[in-house]
């Protein structure tokens, strides 16, 4: 028996519990790259299932694998991008789960490791990472994902003339001033609203 054929096998055929049963015993074997594959592989098949607390587990198990590659294994940039897109499926999955605080911790430092670039090919997850930060009523932290994505939004939208990316600036905006009003941070906030309101009116 090959536990790893016999899983690709069955999530080929869509049999999802039968894959994670066999991709379970798997998580030890091969390389650190190899388990990730597996852990996202678990993740995967939970997910197809409904079982989304246990794929977020598994997504925190894949994000921390990650971080634990070396630069021989993957550039550092790469491999915090990729945890980072593990650890948002994981706060996703784990949504009033017990250990979403512990997780949600986790979420944070990965992005704010990738934010040291700046929002550029970042806005969608410094939004997400601005919401999700308010909803656990961390504002300082969402006032400056949220204000940094709304001005590369901005940026974006007045270059390409986009009355879509334009209105998402704003609304992005209306969000930073939220959370900075509820953070205490008022240049922020009064900065913030003189954007939406400058993005509200007609373009010329």
Not at 183 to 190: C, D, F, V
Request: aromatic share 6%.
């Amino acid at each position: 028996m090959s536990h790893l054929i016999d899983a690709i096998r069955a999530e080929a055929e869509g049999n999802f519990k039968a894959a994670a049963g066999h991709y379970v015993h798997l998580t030890e074997s091969g390389t650190l790259t190899d388990r990730i594959g597996i852990f996202q592989a678990l993740a995967r098949c939970h997910e197809k299932l409904g079982d989304v607390k246990t794929a977020g587990q598994w997504r925190r198990k894949a994000g921390g694998a990650y971080l634990g590659l070396v630069d021989g294994a993957m550039p550092k940039d790469e491999r915090q991008y990729l945890a980072l897109v593990e650890f948002r499926n994981a706060v996703q999955d784990l949504a009033d789960d017990p250990s979403l605080e512990e997780v949600a911790a986790e979420y944070k430092t990965v992005l704010a490791e990738n934010w040291k670039g700046g929002p550029e090919g970042l806005t969608h997850e410094g939004l997400f990472g601005g919401v999700f930060l308010m909803g656990l009523g961390d504002h300082a932290a969402a006032a400056r994902y949220l204000f940094d994505s709304a001005e590369a939004i901005s940026e974006e939208a007045t270059e390409a003339h986009d009355p879509v990316m334009r209105e998402a600036a704003r609304h992005a905006y209306e969000l930073a001033r939220e959370a900075a009003t509820k953070s205490g941070n008022m240049q922020i906030a009064q900065v913030a609203e003189v954007r939406a309101v400058d993005l509200a009116q007609p373009q010329q």
